[in-house]
């Protein structure tokens, strides 16, 4: 367990230091990366927060050109039955524009999923801040690997039709309408529907203010929500146009 702990970190470190080793004649100079820490407890006033489901995750993506190079870890509790695992999840995004309308967005990556460290990282977090300690069996207890494929498509517009669809242990499928509120901001409602049985209509909204990037979802029917605040200390605070989710 702790061999997967250090992995995981250094994992992590190396993807956000990576534009720091990025020489000034060198084609990454165009490299920028952000780290990223989410928590069912961000509720936006919206929706419940049970500490349970997806509890928390932390999140690394690296911008180069067209390309996100991507790493997100979550951790998932199931109190009514008893377990929990975790989901690490490595892979790349490419960008596709057409026409300067057509916006495709398409992914590939690898996930394990297992006993991860997920249970440790979250009671440490709560021994920090004096809240009951969770504890509960990982089902199962070996780790699985699989392989991730997704893909997003919309109109680079205002308003604009949005589907995606995700494989993987956490598949996903969606369908929307986007809106961009301004500059920074874009909300998006959707239906969904996934591994977990839990659809209906989904509110999401993505403030990209370049230092600082913030994602918040909810559900209407279960009301869980999900918030994750990035950092990307390679850009001033203002907008950028990465509005890549985690």
């Given amino acids: 367990m702790k061999k997967i702990r250090i992995v995981v970190i250094s994992f992590l470190i190396i993807l956000c230091m990576s534009p720091v080793f990025a020489g000034s004649e060198s084609p990454f100079t165009a490299v920028t990366a952000e780290l990223g820490l989410g928590n069912d407890n961000i509720t936006g006033g919206l929706s419940r927060n049970d500490d349970d489901f997806r509890t928390?995750?932390?999140?690394?993506?690296?911008?180069?050109?067209?390309?996100?190079?991507?790493?997100?870890?979550?951790?998932?509790?199931?109190?009514?039955?008893?377990?929990?695992?975790?989901?690490?999840?490595?892979?790349?995004?490419?960008?596709?524009?057409?026409?300067?309308?057509?916006?495709?967005?398409?992914?590939?990556g690898l996930q394990l999923k297992g006993p991860l460290g997920g249970e440790f990282m979250q009671n440490t977090i709560h021994k920090l801040f004096n809240i009951a300690l969770l504890y509960l069996e990982y089902e199962p207890s070996q780790l699985h690997f699989s392989a991730e494929a997704g893909v997003e498509a919309y109109m680079d517009k205002r308003f604009s039709p949005y589907i995606a669809a995700r494989t993987g242990f956490d598949w996903r499928a969606e369908a929307g309408v986007r809106l961009r509120m301004d500059e920074f901001s874009v909300a998006t409602l959707t239906y969904s529907y996934d591994v977990f049985s839990r659809h209906g209509l989904n509110l999401s909204i993505d403030a990209d203010n370049g230092f600082m990037r913030t994602t918040y979802t909810t559900n209407f029917l279960d009301r869980y929500g999900y918030g994750c605040t990035y950092i990307n200390p390679f850009k001033p605070l203002k907008g950028n146009g990465n509005t890549v989710g985690g």
């Fill in 56 to 108: 928390f995750g932390i999140y690394a993506n690296v911008f180069w050109k067209d390309y996100t190079f991507f790493s997100r870890f979550d951790s998932f509790t199931f109190k009514d039955y008893g377990y929990r695992y975790d989901i690490l999840t490595v892979g790349a995004k490419k960008n596709f524009v057409f026409d300067n309308l057509y916006v495709v967005n398409a992914s590939l």
